[in-house]
C-alpha cells in the first residue's frame, strides 16, 4: 500500500508516530499505488470481490442522436481511515471530517451513485443512445465510465469500487480487460463533440423550461451534452455549458432531475 498523504499545512512530528492513522488523501497527487499489498483485510476482500466488473449488453448499432452526461462537483474524495482507505461519506466518517474540520454536508458520495445508477439503468442507455457518461470530482478528477459498465447495484460494493479506482486508476472488465472505468485528463470539453448542445441544469435557473418541449426543438443530428450537478448544496457554473434550464420549480436530486431528462430524450427518439 503507498503511503498517505498529509493534510496541507500539518507537520509529520516523529517519524515513530502514528501520523498516517487518519489522514485524508490527495489522489491526484498519487499516481498508481499497488492495493494488493493492503494491510485492510476489509480492503483486501473488497478488491478480491471485484477483480474486475461485467459489462451489460447494449444496442450500440445506433449513429442517430446519441447523448453525454458530465456530473459535475461529484463527492468522491478517499482518505486513510484508520488502516484502510474508505470513501468519505458523512455517514459513515462523522467524527473523522469533524477531526480535520471538513464540512460534513461536502460528503456526500450516495448523490453520485444515485446519479450514476440512473443513468446506467435509463432506457437510453439500453438503446445505445448514451456515448459517455464524465463525472468530476470536487477535487476536479476527471473519470470515464463506459456506458456498458454494470456497476455494483449497492452503495457498499460501490464506495469499494470507488475506493479501487481512484487508487489504480482505472477498473477493466472481467474477461477481455477493458477499461470500463478510468480517470482521465482534464478538461472534458476535448472529449465532447463539437456538433453538440451543452446544457447545464440548476434549479436556481430563471429559465423554467417543459423538458419534453425543450429536447424536441433539437435537430436528431446534434448530440445533447447534460450537466448536473452532484453535490449537495451550491450550483453548477461551467464556462463549456451553453444554456442554463431549470425543469422543475421545485429542488430536486440528481437522480430525479436525470430521470426527467432521460424520459424526455426516451418520449422524443420513441424509446420504449
Ligand atoms: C442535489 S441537486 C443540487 C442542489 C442545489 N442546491 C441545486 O438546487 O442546484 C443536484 C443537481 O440536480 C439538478 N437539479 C436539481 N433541481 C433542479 C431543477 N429544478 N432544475 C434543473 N436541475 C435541477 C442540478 O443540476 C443540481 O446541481
Same mark, same amino acid.
Given at each position: 500500500?503507498?503511503?498517505?498523504? &498529509? =493534510?496541507?499545512?500539518?507537520? @509529520?512530528? #516523529? ?5 498516517? @492513522? ?9 499516481? *498508481? ?29 445506433? #449513429? ?13 474524495? %478517499? ?16 467524527? $473523522?471530517?469533524?477531526? #480535520?474540520?471538513? /464540512?460534513? +454536508? ?16 435509463s432506457r437510453v442507455n439500453k ?17 470515464? %465510465? &463506459?456506458? !456498458? ?14 475506493v479501487q479506482l481512484l487508487q489504480?486508476? !482505472? ?14 485528463? /482534464? ?13 447545464? $441544469?440548476? !434549479? ?8 419534453? /418541449?425543450?429536447?424536441? *426543438? $433539437? #435537430? ?5 451534452? $447534460?450537466? =448536473?450537478?452532484?453535490?449537495? !448544496? ?19 436530486? +440528481? ?8 424520459n424526455a430524450v426516451e418520449r422524443?427518439? *420513441?424509446?420504449?
Amino acid at each position: 500500500m503507498g503511503r498517505a498523504y &498529509k =493534510l496541507k499545512g500539518q507537520k @509529520r512530528k #516523529n517519524k515513530d508516530e502514528k501520523y498516517d @492513522r487518519e489522514e485524508m488523501a490527495e489522489p491526484s497527487k498519487r499516481v *498508481k499505488t499497488d492495493v494488493s499489498g493492503s494491510d485492510s483485510e476489509k480492503e483486501e476482500k473488497l478488491a478480491g470481490d471485484m477483480p474486475g466488473i461485467p459489462i451489460a449488453p447494449l444496442d450500440t448499432g445506433s #449513429n442517430k442522436q446519441r447523448v453525454i452526461f458530465v456530473l459535475e462537483k461529484a463527492s468522491l474524495e %478517499i482518505a486513510k481511515v484508520g488502516k484502510a482507505y474508505q470513501l468519505l461519506s458523512s455517514d459513515e466518517h462523522a467524527t $473523522f471530517l469533524a477531526k #480535520n474540520k471538513r /464540512n460534513p +454536508a461536502d460528503y456526500r458520495p450516495d448523490i453520485a451513485f444515485q446519479a450514476i445508477q440512473t443513468i446506467l439503468d435509463s432506457r437510453v442507455n439500453k438503446s445505445g443512445r448514451l456515448k459517455a457518461l464524465y463525472v468530476r470530482t470536487q477535487q476536479g478528477l476527471l473519470l470515464e %465510465i &463506459k456506458p !456498458h459498465a454494470r456497476l455494483p447495484r449497492t452503495y457498499k460494493r460501490f464506495s469499494g469500487l470507488m475506493v479501487q479506482l481512484l487508487q489504480k486508476l !482505472h477498473i477493466t472488465a472481467t474477461g477481455n480487460g477493458e477499461k470500463l472505468l478510468r480517470l482521465v485528463k /482534464n478538461p472534458v470539453t476535448q472529449y465532447l463533440p463539437t456538433n453538440s448542445r451543452k446544457i447545464g $441544469f440548476s !434549479h436556481s435557473s430563471e429559465k423554467l423550461i417543459d423538458m419534453h /418541449n425543450y429536447v424536441g *426543438k $433539437f #435537430n436528431e443530428e446534434l448530440d445533447l451534452v $447534460f450537466v =448536473l450537478g452532484a453535490m449537495s !448544496h451550491g450550483k453548477i457554473d461551467e464556462d463549456y455549458v451553453e444554456d442554463y434550464i431549470s425543469i422543475s420549480e421545485y429542488p430536486l436530486s +440528481a437522480a430525479y432531475a436525470i430521470s426527467i431528462i432521460t424520459n424526455a430524450v426516451e418520449r422524443k427518439l *420513441k424509446i420504449l
